[in-house]
């Protein structure tokens, strides 16, 4: 059993930051497929960011270049930091874990079918 516990979602203006953190208890983190995604009415879900357990990360072209994931695994930590955030960034953030074979972190459109677990999620809402 894993629990991820996000933080760090608010309000900014278009242009600003946000640095999410999620922590995850439970089994053995850094073995994980770990990552981001985003939920809004209006879209769905749609995956942001993912990162192996070797380091290696994938984004969606939508944040690419924008958005940087990394972890801390003697903390237990996931991070998203987003930069240059625009109003279609608006959305409900959810961190996620994929056990093995962690299908998402190498899925090319970071499809979510297979993940196993999320948290609770945390808003970003993003002001023009």
């Known amino acids: 059993q894993v629990r991820l516990v996000e933080s760090g979602g608010g309000a900014v203006q278009a242009g600003g930051s946000l640095r999410l953190s999620c922590v995850a208890s439970?089994?053995?983190?850094?073995?994980?497929?770990m990552g981001w995604f985003r939920e809004t009415p209006l879209n769905g879900r749609e995956g942001v960011a993912a990162?192996?357990?070797?380091?290696?990360?994938r984004y969606a072209d939508s944040v690419k270049g924008r958005f940087t994931i990394s972890k801390d695994n003697a903390k237990n930590t996931l991070y998203l930091q987003m930069n240059s955030l625009t109003p279609a960034d608006t959305a409900l953030y959810y961190c996620?874990?994929?056990?093995?074979?962690?299908?998402?972190?190498?899925?090319?459109?970071?499809?979510?079918?297979?993940?196993?677990?999320w948290g609770q999620g945390t808003p970003v809402t993003v002001s023009s």
């Open positions: 439970g089994d053995p983190y850094s073995g994980y497929c």
């Open positions: 996620l874990a994929d056990l093995d074979p962690g299908a998402y972190c190498y899925s090319p459109d970071l499809e979510l079918t297979t993940i196993d677990y």
């Open positions: 990162i192996r357990s070797d380091g290696t990360v």
